[in-house]
């Protein structure tokens, strides 16, 4: 799977959107973008994630850039509860790939009042 | 529907001991991943599992192993426990292999003294 590249820190204030990037140069044709988040302690929780166009869902927008080679995730309206570790994942669907996501270092992101 | 569940939450071994964790998947999902997490290293993937066959495996020893029961359920076994073992371990399970979003469980604490 493509590598990425993520901030390692973020703040944000509250009620305000949070947009984290994420560069993924290398991906291929066949790999999707997923965002995953971790609070403390916790199991990531799955956030969203696309191919080529952009996505929307109850939690958060991901906008994919026309050459794929990066993506933002936005929450349109932080609270204190959205304080995690936002990781970003390439992630290939090629059935002999397998079913492994590979973490990187992630998005500290730390909302503030 | 009820989510990843995991068994127990917290664990205190010594070393030299063995540990089993269990893992049951969102009701359906045939696909069962493992993970470590630990401060050094982030999370790491250990094992998948589809149909009671182990389908990949992680750069981890032999220590570490794993199975998988006819109703999806799933076990992680480590074998003569070391301290470096310490870790949060993760469940995750999706709808089939590979081409699912996987959904995570809220983990297992092993503390090694």
């Known amino acids: 799977d493509a590598k990425t590249t993520q901030p390692t820190s973020m703040d944000c204030a509250e009620g305000r959107a949070a947009n984290l990037p994420c560069n993924h140069s290398?991906?291929?044709?066949?790999?999707?973008v997923y965002w995953y988040r971790q609070i403390h302690s916790q199991g990531p929780q799955y956030i969203i994630h696309?191919?080529?166009n952009n996505e929307t869902n109850e939690m958060a927008s991901l906008i994919i850039t026309e050459d794929r080679k990066s993506s933002t995730l936005i929450l349109p309206h932080a609270t204190l509860r959205d304080t995690a570790v936002y990781y970003c994942?390439?992630?290939?669907?090629?059935?002999?790939?397998?079913?492994?996501?590979?973490f990187g270092g992630g998005t500290r992101l730390m909302v503030k009042p | 529907k009820a989510g990843v569940t995991q068994t127990p939450r917290y664990l205190i071994k010594t070393r030299g001991q063995q540990v089993t964790l269990s893992c049951s998947p969102i009701?359906?999902?045939?696909?069962v991943s493992w993970y470590q997490q630990t401060p050094g290293q982030g999370l790491q993937f250990l094992f998948e599992?589809?149909?009671?066959?182990?389908?990949n495996k992680g750069n981890f020893p032999g220590r570490f192993s794993g199975r998988q029961f006819s109703n999806s359920r799933s076990e992680m076994n480590v074998s003569t426990l070391e301290l470096g073992d310490s870790a949060l371990y993760l469940c995750?399970?999706?709808?089939?292999?590979?081409?699912?979003?996987?959904?995570f469980g809220p983990g297992t604490r092993l503390t090694v003294l």
């Open positions: 994942i390439v992630r290939s669907y090629n059935n002999n790939a397998g079913n492994m996501l590979t």
């Open positions: 995750a399970s999706s709808l089939r292999q590979s081409t699912d979003t996987q959904y």
């Open positions: 599992y589809f149909s009671e066959t182990q389908r």
């Open positions: 290398t991906i291929s044709g066949n790999e999707y």
């Open positions: 009701s359906g999902h045939r696909s």
């Open positions: 696309g191919l080529k």
